[in-house]
């Protein structure tokens, strides 16, 4: 089944260390990518987004993500995460107008 | 960004009692928007999609009799659980398509609903 697959549920990180998320989809054709963040308590915020041109997108924050579409990937990243960074983080895809989530990554950072 | 709200934050009902979420743009016109069901260390689950002016499109498995949706301005859509059971208590959050966001089809999220059924 047509699915976007997140592989790292939960990751635990000191401050400063680097960090990447991965996020695989399996939908062909045209996409756009998202990923968002649940900071807890909070409600889902755009992180960051691609839907064409350069691969490497940058967003709020710090982070980015890179878009190998051979790979069929959209990993997270952010060199040196902070103690704030501490959320839930949910890739996603728009496949015909829907927003498809992958299974979220819980990331804990340690001060 | 766009702001959306959700009306209210948590609600406990008793079982069989109907509980209506409302869902606002705040500083856009939505002509679509979205709710979805979180349940706890869980995806986001798509219910259906709200469509102002016409019907709600609902998502397989998704009984449209219990989770009835009404979309009837363009800043305002409102799920209403029926006759609601235990099984029903979860997240639910709703999201708009923010027009100005062209081919990205970007949508932003509201904060959330609590719906606890006793």
């Known amino acids: 089944a047509q699915s976007v697959s997140q592989h790292n549920h939960h990751v635990i990180l000191s401050e400063a260390a680097s960090l990447e998320l991965g996020c695989n989809y399996s939908?062909?054709?045209?996409?756009?990518l998202f990923w968002y963040v649940q900071y807890p308590g909070q409600h889902l915020q755009l992180l960051l987004k691609?839907?064409?041109?350069?691969?490497l997108v940058k967003g709020i924050k710090g982070f980015e993500a890179e878009f190998i579409k051979s790979k069929f990937s959209f990993n997270l990243r952010k060199p040196s995460v902070q103690w704030s960074d501490t959320a839930e983080y949910f890739c996603a895809v728009n496949k015909g107008g829907k927003l498809i989530f992958g299974q979220g990554t819980t990331l804990q950072v340690k001060p | 960004g766009a702001v959306v709200s959700q009306h209210p934050s948590r609600v406990i009902c008793k079982s069989g009692t109907s509980v209506k979420i409302e869902c606002r743009s705040l500083?856009?016109?939505?002509?679509?928007m979205f709710w979805y069901r979180q349940f706890p260390k869980k995806s986001l689950m798509l219910m259906a999609t709200?469509?102002?002016?016409?019907?709600?499109?609902?998502e397989q498995g998704v009984e449209k009799d219990k989770f009835l949706i009404n979309h009837a301005s363009l800043t305002l859509s409102t799920l209403t659980v029926t006759s609601a059971h235990p099984e029903d208590s979860s997240f639910y959050i709703c999201s708009a398509r923010d027009p100005a966001s062209g081919n990205t089809d970007t949508q932003y999220f509201g904060p959330g609903t609590r719906l606890t059924v006793l």
């Open positions: 939908y062909g054709g045209t996409v756009n």
């Open positions: 691609y839907f064409s041109g350069d691969p």
């Open positions: 709200s469509n102002e002016g016409s019907k709600a499109t609902y």
């Open positions: 500083d856009f016109q939505a002509t679509t």
